[in-house]
């Protein structure tokens, strides 16, 4: 538990600082065009939410708490969610085909998969061990 509570802490951070470049630099953004950007504009709220959930079930998980399992529960839910947005938008978009040429697109490829992965540990790991301490599950 103690690798899953540094990898959602490590995610929140990297969450955050995401956006804080997203914002303030632009490094991170794909394209310049406005339907993009338009995309990327609605996330911010809900990323830094998933961060939030991500940053609580670390800390609980790495002390052994109920609520880490609990909070790791929506952490995971909302890293899949993410993801999955995230990917079928590139893949509506053929935004994959940029990757030979972008940075910033092999940069969200490894965002969109490490979130996948991420949320769908978080979730296993986490139902087993909120199961253990309840009558659920």
């Known amino acids: 538990m103690k690798i899953l509570a540094t990898l959602?802490?490590?995610?929140?951070?990297v969450?955050?600082?995401y956006?804080?470049?997203?914002?303030?630099?632009g490094d991170v953004r794909v394209l310049p065009d406005y339907w993009y950007g338009a995309f990327e504009d609605a996330f911010p709220v809900?990323?830094?939410w998933m961060a939030l959930c991500m940053f609580v079930a670390g800390i609980g998980l790495w002390r052994g708490a109920r609520s880490g399992a609990?909070?790791?529960?929506?952490a995971g839910s909302a890293l899949i969610y993410l993801a999955a947005m995230d990917i079928t938008f590139n893949v509506e978009h053929g935004l994959y085909a940029l990757l030979p040429r972008?940075?910033?697109m092999i940069a969200e490829t490894v965002i969109n998969a490490s979130s996948l992965g991420l949320g769908v540990a978080t979730l296993l790991m986490s139902w087993r061990r909120a199961a253990k301490r309840s009558s659920f599950g």
């Open 15 to 17: 969450t955050v600082a």
């Open 46 to 48: 809900a990323d830094l």
């Open 19 to 25: 956006w804080t470049n997203y914002l303030i630099a």
């Open 70 to 74: 609990l909070f790791g529960l929506m």
């Open 102 to 104: 972008s940075g910033a």
């Open 8 to 13: 959602l802490i490590l995610g929140a951070v």
